[in-house]
């Protein structure tokens, strides 16, 4: 169950950055995340009876609270990249950054992994690279061409993403089980107040316009399940595996890219796909 949880977490993952990406297009960044990461706040809220039962520490706050400050800076430097494009490159670079800062705090943590496991880890971390080798003339037909400067800076707001979401990844791994889902009830509220408190602050208009909200919901809705699966299983296995696993979402990504905007694959991404098979069948074999 564990690497099952951690795929479909992937899956959705990439489902919601993709929705997340065209709330963005329609909404400035910090619109689009309160819209979102309020919709899943919301989300969760409603199941707060089924949580009576839950143990919450200290530390399960506190890193429920760093959670929601790291992952406030991933989405929001997520959601920037993804509105500059194209989501097919900019999604597989912030993935690499998110495998490998949960990979590395899980080694100093104590963890091993065995010849197989590490391979397939090695292949996963190719496979988003490979995922993100875009297209030629990747740009949509209504979208105006991009400049190599704004590529560029997507590429770098990406890699800072990425740093942030591995930061995500690893401070909800420190929460214990008996918690249940209240760290990602404290990661969020920290994560929309956060927001709120920054559009105040700077006078921005957080509202999202009619057009956007239907996305903006579903997003904050799939995240928030993506998380409960990525906690439900990162309990259960290896931070550094789960993380690699949860991490392969730029597929789904891509995937949606391709059907809804016409994103075209390459070659190599297509390899990735094939690459990224191939890894998950050496970190499962694990389990």
């Avoid at 590529?151 to 770098?156: D, E, F, M, N, P």
């Avoid at 707001?157 to 942030?164: D, K, P, Q």
Wanted: aromatic residues 4%; charged residues 10%.
């Amino acid at each position: 169950m564990t690497s099952l949880f951690a795929l479909l977490a992937a899956a959705i993952y990439g489902a919601a950055d993709f929705l997340g990406g065209t709330v963005a297009k329609r909404a400035t960044t910090l619109a689009a995340v309160i819209a979102t990461q309020g919709a899943g706040l919301l989300l969760l809220l409603l199941g707060t009876p089924l949580m009576l039962g839950a143990t919450v520490t200290s530390s399960d706050v506190l890193y429920g609270a760093l959670a929601g400050l790291t992952g406030s800076v991933g989405v929001g430097l997520l959601y920037r990249g993804l509105a500059m494009g194209p989501m097919s490159v900019v999604a597989p670079i912030t993935a690499v950054c998110a495998v490998v800062i949960p990979l590395i705090a899980g080694l100093m943590l104590g963890e091993q992994l065995t010849p197989a496991a590490a391979l397939g880890v090695a292949l996963a971390i190719a496979a988003v690279v490979l995922l993100g080798q875009d297209a030629p003339g990747n740009s949509p037909a209504h979208e105006p061409p991009r400049s190599s400067a704004q590529v560029a800076q997507a590429v770098r707001i990406a890699l800072a993403s990425g740093v942030a979401i591995g930061g995500f990844f690893v401070c909800l791994g420190r929460t214990q089980a008996p918690a249940g889902l209240w760290p990602l009830a404290v990661s969020r509220t920290v994560s929309v107040s956060l927001f709120l408190i920054v559009a105040l602050v700077r006078r921005e208009p957080w509202q999202v316009p009619a057009v956007a909200i239907a996305p903006a919901v579903a997003c904050g809705a799939l995240d928030m399940i993506a998380n409960a699966l990525y906690l439900a299983a990162v309990r259960q296995g290896q931070l550094s595996l789960v993380a690699t696993l949860a991490s392969l979402y730029p597929a789904s990504t891509v995937l949606l890219a391709r059907i809804v905007l016409g994103e075209r694959l390459g070659r190599l991404q297509l390899v990735g796909v094939a690459t990224a098979g191939a890894g998950i069948v050496l970190i499962v074999s694990d389990w």
